[in-house]
């Protein structure tokens, strides 16, 4: 071969195309060779420090080699979590001792608490109460300032402890028609902010509506000189905001008819179950500093009285 090369002492392979066109053995750029025994070495020592090669024939079933460092996904996952439970453990540790007020003040664990306890919300509440408060047919609002117990901490705190069951009596066997259709009728005037005749206001008190509605009608039956107010839960009948649904005349109708959770067909029905410790003889679906979170998150989405 070499000595029909045309092309004596260079360093071609000795394949020739058309004449003239032919293959050279040159050895690839010096970096290029570095770069690929680099590589070459880095998988070597990858596959000694890394998990890497399956074992299929391991005896306690198909594995891999886990190499000399020791490093797992999961690992590296409990690792994460367990440097978030340190940061959480801090704020936990903190939120046990301090009472909501002072949490409230605090706006580091403020943010802490709303983060945490929007994810309590959402697992324990939202399917009653709607995923941000904003309430569902038959369930009350809370992201508003209308309560029917009282928006504050400490009453927010027991409302989710013992939970709540409003009554109001059944009216079906104790007014007649008229006075029925009269006080529905004051109710949706009310609701429309009017202040209703001399002879509702008769009515009303008369017929006892007064002692749970209050003597305005707006549910309260008082109010304390810190601004705490005294209600058994009944509604407040002077705003738009109607608690069974659709609302209107003939809703109201049907609740003074059948009352509140009462034991006739027909009655409302509004249970909010308790969810306070079992220390407290209730369900104990919470704990004490969740039941705190809450508080604040839910005084925080509508708080006031
Ligand atoms: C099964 C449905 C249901 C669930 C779950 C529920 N609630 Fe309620 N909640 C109610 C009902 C119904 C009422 C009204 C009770 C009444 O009318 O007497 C209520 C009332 C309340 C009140 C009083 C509102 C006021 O106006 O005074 C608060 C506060 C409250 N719920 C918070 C919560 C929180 C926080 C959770 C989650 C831990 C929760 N609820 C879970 C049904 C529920
Ligand atoms: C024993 C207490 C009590 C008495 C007496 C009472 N109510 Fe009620 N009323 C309640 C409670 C509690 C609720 C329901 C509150 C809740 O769970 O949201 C309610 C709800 C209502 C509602 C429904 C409001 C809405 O937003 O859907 C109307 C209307 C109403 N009452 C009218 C009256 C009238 C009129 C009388 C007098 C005949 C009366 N109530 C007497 C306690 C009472």
Known sequence: ??????????????????????????????????????????????????????????????????????????REFERGMAQVEAVRA??????????????????????????????LFGDYCAACHGSGGQGNPGYPVLADDDWLYGGTIAKITESITYGRKGAMTAHKDILTEAEVDQLARFVVTMSEGEPGSDEDWALFNAKGCIACHGPKGNGVLAELPDGTIVTVGASNLTDGIWRFEPGGYESARHTILYGVNQDVEGSRSAVMPAFGEAGTGTSGRLESSQIKKLAIYVHDLGGGR
């Open 1 to 74: 071969m070499a000595e029909s090369n045309p092309f004596p002492g260079e360093n071609n392979t000795g394949h020739f195309w058309d004449d003239n066109l032919r293959e050279l053995s040159n050895p690839p750029p010096r970096w290029w060779m570095i770069a690929f025994w680099l590589s070459f070495a880095w998988w070597v020592l990858y596959g000694i420090l890394y998990p890497m090669w399956p074992t299929p024939w391991a005896q306690d079933g198909p594995g891999h080699t886990t190499g000399i460092l020791g490093w797992s996904q999961i």
């Open 90 to 119: 801090q704020f936990e540790e903190q939120i046990a001792g301090m009472s909501a007020e002072e949490i409230i003040a605090d706006p580091g664990l403020l943010q802490y608490v709303r983060s945490s306890a929007r994810v």
